[in-house]
């Protein structure tokens, strides 16, 4: 499954929180400048397997490897330092700060030229340009998952992991986020997206996994042109 | 009677200044954890005790409060690590009883060496009052005041106007965002907790210019620093200053106009009353608080 120009490879990840395993023995790969889609039912591991990916849940047996180093079970401020840098479901953003604040935090780790980060984020979301200095709380969920994904890319991430980046919002935002995803895609950036929304996921994804009770249970290509109707019913039949 | 207010109201304020540092070093803590350490008087008496130490050994004494405060801030960022941090995920009752625990082991290893021997710290100054219209002014104080007015002010500006303090209140706000921008969490966590072991560190070395010191003084302080927390809002800095100081003045006009019995259970029936009746008091949002 691994190709040479892999530079996440996971292989065998059991994961879970404390009496309740999640994942039993999962297995996936993303190139680089892939986007590779975590597709399956409520219940069957895709967080558990970003989270696990980003540290946030420590796996109980498995590898995961980034770049050919060993990262499974590293605590996450170490995992984000090489590179790998998520977007969570509930975006976690700083709603007493302001839009420029959010971003700046979002390069303090991994340092990088501010300036230009910033004018690269302003440039994808010209909207964040024109609202820099208001506060995140009084935004609506389109333009707060703007920040979030925003505050991401200021971390000049290596590889993006995506939770539900349409999740909760109106259609004209889902238009506006698959537009952003394509545009990082374009600019070579990989990514790990779960999403629940197919057509979106099949817009920008190179790749769908379609994981069940804890493992894939298989995967296409996007390219190979499979129907929305039938990914539903391997999903959920 | 009346007459007798400004005085109790200054010596009010003076001591209160002093609850407010404690109540401010527990909050510092309570803000990273969401855990009041219940031991946390005791490492504000072990603030005093190591002063006492140092200058005991003949060190002057700025080297000797510096090196007290920097070794509190290392005590308190190792409990945290070694002792809370492995079971912060737990049952809160854990956490409760994990920091009275290790607030009872330093009380025992002071006893060890004091018993109930009580000390006082001596003063780097003469001991003077000053006359204020009729109110008396001494020279503790104000240097208590002048202290705990320089560390507030040093903390407004470290938190409002430094890249430190942005990342701290982006802690504040959001933990799980401060992971997601790469923060060592764990890490931070221990560094406030020792910060507000530092801090109660300097209200213990101030009290000691108050009172004499006993290894039980972490009682007195904790309960204090507690009804000054509960009272300004658990949680809330600004608030932490403000009860602290309306303690100090509510314990000394009770104090004088009721009974001198209050003197000793005011912070006790403020902690009551404000717990029932007002449950996230002056500037808190919420009483979320976890033990």
């Given at each position: 499954?691994?190709t ?9 990840v059991e ?17 680089r400048?892939e ?15 970003l ?30 330092r ?5 977007v969570?479901q ?14 700046r935090l979002?390069?303090w ?7 230009r980060?910033?004018?690269g ?27 979030a ?14 939770d539900?980046p349409?999740?909760?919002l ?20 990989a ?31 996007v390219?190979?042109?499979m ?6 019913r391997?999903?959920?039949? | ?7 109790l109201l ?21 803000r990273?954890?969401?855990v ?11 603030g ?27 005590l ?27 607030g009872?082991?330093?009380r ?32 503790d ?18 938190i409002?106007?430094t ?44 009290l000691?210019l ?10 007195y302080?904790?309960?204090r620093?507690?009804a000054?927390?509960?009272l ?47 449950p996230?008091?002056?500037f ?8």
């Amino acid at each position: 499954m691994a190709t040479p120009d892999a530079i996440l490879v996971a292989r065998g990840v059991e994961a879970g929180y404390a009496k309740k395993q999640i994942l039993f023995g999962l297995d996936f790969s993303v190139s680089r400048s892939e986007v590779v889609a975590l597709l399956g039912a409520n219940g069957s591991g895709k967080s558990t397997a970003l989270n696990t990916v980003s540290g946030f849940v420590r796996p109980q047996a498995g590898s995961i490897r980034f770049e050919g180093a060993e990262i499974a079970g590293k605590a996450p401020h170490r995992i984000f330092r090489l590179g790998v840098v998520q977007v969570s479901q509930a975006r976690d953003l700083f709603s007493e700060m302001s839009v420029e604040e959010n971003l700046r935090l979002g390069a303090w780790v991994r340092g990088g030229e501010v300036a230009r980060l910033l004018d690269g984020v302003y440039q994808s979301f010209p909207r964040l340009a024109e609202r820099r200095r208001q506060m995140v709380r009084l935004m609506s969920g389109g333009e707060q998952q703007m920040v979030a994904i925003g505050r991401a890319l200021m971390a000049d991430p290596r590889i993006l992991l995506l939770d539900e980046p349409s999740g909760g919002l109106a259609p004209s935002f889902v238009a506006e986020i698959a537009a952003i995803i394509k545009a990082l895609k374009a600019r070579g950036i990989a990514m790990l997206i779960i999403e629940q929304n197919i057509k979106l996921a099949l817009s920008v994804a190179d790749r769908f996994l379609i994981l069940r009770d804890g493992r894939v249970s298989q995967q296409h290509d996007v390219k190979a042109g499979m129907r929305e109707e039938e990914i539903v019913r391997r999903i959920y039949l | 009677m009346l007459a007798v207010l400004p005085q109790l109201l200054v010596s009010g304020v003076a001591t209160g200044m002093l609850y407010a540092l404690i109540a401010l070093s527990l909050t510092v803590g309570y803000r990273a954890t969401t855990v009041v350490n219940f031991g946390h008087g005791d490492m504000v008496m072990a603030g005093a005790y190591a002063a006492l130490v140092l200058v005991g050994w003949g060190l002057p004494y700025a080297p000797a409060l510096l090196l007290a405060l920097a070794g509190l801030f290392l005590l308190g960022a190792a409990t945290q690590r070694a002792l809370l941090q492995p079971i912060l995920a737990g049952p809160h009752l854990s956490l409760a009883m994990m920091a009275l625990a290790i607030g009872y082991a330093m009380r025992g290893a002071a006893r060890m060496e004091w018993g109930s021997e009580v000390v006082t710290l001596p003063r780097p100054y003469e001991q003077d009052a000053f006359m204020l219209g009729t109110v008396v002014l001494t020279m503790d104080e104000l240097v208590i005041a002048g202290v705990v007015l320089a560390l507030l002010a040093a903390l407004v500006v470290i938190i409002n106007l430094t890249p430190v303090g942005r990342l701290i209140q982006a802690v504040f706000q959001s933990q799980r965002g401060a992971a997601l921008v790469g923060l060592d969490v764990h890490s931070f966590h221990g560094a406030m907790w020792g910060a507000g072991a530092a801090l109660g560190a300097a209200g213990g070395i101030l009290l000691g210019l108050l009172v004499p010191l006993t290894p039980d003084i972490g009682v007195y302080t904790l309960i204090r620093g507690f009804a000054a927390m509960t009272l300004g809002g658990f949680g809330s800095p600004i608030g932490a200053v403000v009860g602290g100081v309306v303690l100090g003045v509510m314990e000394k006009l009770l104090g004088f106009y009721v009974s001198t019995v209050f003197i000793d259970i005011t912070a006790y029936l403020v902690t009551i009353l404000v717990l029932l009746i007002w449950p996230s008091g002056l500037f808190g949002r919420r009483a979320a608080v976890r033990v």
